[in-house]
């Protein structure tokens, strides 16, 4: 078993920042991938940025690239995402999530385990 603790989100105003942390705790592989989605109600759930442990692969959407960072720390097994230029259509629930194979990073399917989700609110 994987458990995934996030935290750092909240309330911030149109072009600020916020850092949301991910502890990857338990039976974790020698590599694996952690994503960090988002959903807002009545859409499908997008993946932001994803990051391959044990490698140096680095994916993000295009909509935030550029303005978010996706970073990982080894010795606290804990995955970073740093968000900055935020707009309020960035405004979601984030989640993380780890997939232990090598599937389609883009999907949802492919990852197997969750954390809770941290709101994230941007003001205008």
């Known amino acids: 078993q994987v458990q995934l603790d996030e935290s750092g989100g909240g309330l911030v105003q149109a072009g600020g920042s916020l850092r949301l942390s991910c502890v990857v705790s338990g039976h974790t592989p020698s590599t694996y991938t952690v994503g960090w989605f988002r959903q807002t109600p009545g859409k499908e759930r997008e993946l932001v940025t994803a990051?391959?442990?044990?490698?140096?692969?680095?994916w993000y959407a295009d909509s935030v690239r550029g303005r978010f960072t996706c970073s990982r720390d080894n010795a606290r097994n804990t995955v970073y995402l740093q968000m900055d230029s935020l707009k309020p259509e960035d405004t979601a629930v984030y989640c993380c999530a780890v997939q232990t194979g090598l599937y389609n990073i883009w999907s949802p399917e492919g990852y197997t385990y969750w954390g809770q989700g941290t709101q994230v609110t941007v003001s205008s």
């Open positions: 990051i391959r442990w044990g490698g140096r692969s680095t």
